[in-house]
């Protein structure tokens, strides 16, 4: 008997407990609607309902039954037969048009997307992110080199904060650095005379926009006093459009 079992909801069994207290004479029909959120109506038609049939009557009517929008499973097999044969290496949204298109069956691409995975007929597609390619390194030491500030409270609180200005060659990963208490022009000048004097001229020197490299000169010929030391020295200047676009490398 055991399919003949319909399990009730905590709200309809608390439905049930309020109409037998009114059948009971112990709770009014006027109040037992007030506890329910119901007319006086609605409570005279489930006593006399559960007059009638019993316990059920507080259940809904549909419990059970099964749906009128359930699909057929001669047309599941008919729909599966159709893509195995003839859309095999079709997704649920084409599949779904096509089968509208040309055989006149309308189905959700969420119905079909579930019947083929449930057959192992299709897989989830998973959504990797695109990867930006990384620029090649140069070849040679010296041929290019970026310059970054990195800003930081690197002393920890001992003495104030610093900046922390490097070159890094491009070819080796190399770092050359040194602290200096802001990112500016004259500390960017004296990064690199330290540098030449000791590993000679790069060919050029690849920098964010920051000021200091980049003329903010609405005149696109105007030059800062960085580039124009650059410029005079023989020394290309590229300018990163992004951050992220320079792929600074930090190993040895």
Request: proline letters at 3%; one cysteine or more.
């Amino acid at each position: 008997m055991a399919k003949d079992i319909i399990m009730a909801t905590d709200e309809e069994l608390n439905r049930l407990h309020i109409i037998k207290r009114t059948l009971e004479g112990s709770l009014t029909q006027t109040k037992a609607a007030r506890m329910l959120s119901l007319s006086t109506r609605q409570v005279k038609r489930l006593v006399k309902k559960l007059r009638l049939i019993g316990d059920i009557a507080v259940m809904h009517s549909l419990r059970g039954k099964p749906s009128h929008k359930k699909i057929s499973n001669k047309v599941k097999s008919s729909v599966l037969n159709l893509y195995k044969e003839n859309y095999p290496d079709f997704g649920p949204t084409f599949f779904c048009e096509k089968l509208f298109e040309l055989h006149h069956i309308a189905l959700s691409k969420e119905t079909l997307r579930k019947w083929l995975l449930e057959e192992g007929l299709w897989k989830r597609a998973r959504k990797t992110k695109a990867r930006k390619q990384l620029r090649e390194r140069k070849p040679c030491f010296g041929e290019m080199l970026q310059l970054d500030g990195s800003h930081h409270d690197w002393f920890e609180n001992r003495r104030d904060k610093a900046v922390l200005m490097s070159f890094i060659d491009d070819a080796t990963g190399m770092v050359y650095a040194r602290f200096y208490e802001y990112e500016g022009t004259i500390p960017a000048m004296s990064l690199l005379k330290n540098y030449i004097e000791e590993y000679g001229l790069p060919m050029s020197i690849y920098s964010d926009r920051h000021t200091t490299y980049k003329s903010t000169d609405k005149n696109k010929e105007a030059l800062s006093q960085f580039e124009r030391a650059l410029s005079e020295l023989g020394i290309e200047l590229i300018h990163a459009n992004t951050p992220q676009a320079k792929d600074i490398f930090f190993c040895a």
